[in-house]
Nanobody
Framework: QVQLVESGGGLVQAGGSLRLSCAAS????????MAWFRQAPGKEREFVAN????????NYADSVKGRSTIFRDNAKNTVYLQMNSLKPDDTAVYYC??????????????????WGQGTQVTVSP
């Protein structure tokens, strides 16, 4: 059974940083594309970033590009999202997702089969 468990969320002031983690189990982690999505109150869940199984190829949403870095440690079955220069607009529940190799080329919810429960990120002005 696939399990994705996020951690690292919290309350931070604008301009601050957070590192989110997602620990995976029940999958051959190194074979999966991993992604982060987020959902703000009253809004659709949106793509934030993804990383191919090689740990090198990445995609970012324009809204976080240059401020966030996704990376993975295949030995620890964990994917991370380092977020810097946070803004109040970054406030959302952040979800980790896992998909097959082809998921790297998609940025929609349907491209990823497995999801975590989410971790809340709140950025105060």
């Amino acid at each position: 059974q696939v399990q994705l468990v996020e951690s690292g969320g919290g309350l931070v002031q604008a301009g601050g940083s957070l590192r989110l983690s997602c620990a995976a189990s029940g999958i051959t982690f190194s074979s999966y594309t991993m992604a982060w999505f987020r959902q703000a109150p009253g809004k659709e869940r949106e793509f934030v970033a993804n990383i191919y199984r090689d740990g090198v190829s990445t995609n970012y949403a324009d809204s976080v590009k240059g401020r966030s870095t996704i990376f993975r440690d295949n030995a620890k079955n964990t994917v991370y999202l380092q977020m810097n220069s946070l803004k109040p607009d970054d406030t959302a529940v952040y979800y980790c997702a896992a998909g097959g190799p082809g998921s790297f080329y998609g940025k929609g919810r349907a491209d990823f089969a497995s999801w975590g429960q989410g971790t809340q990120v709140t950025v105060s002005p």
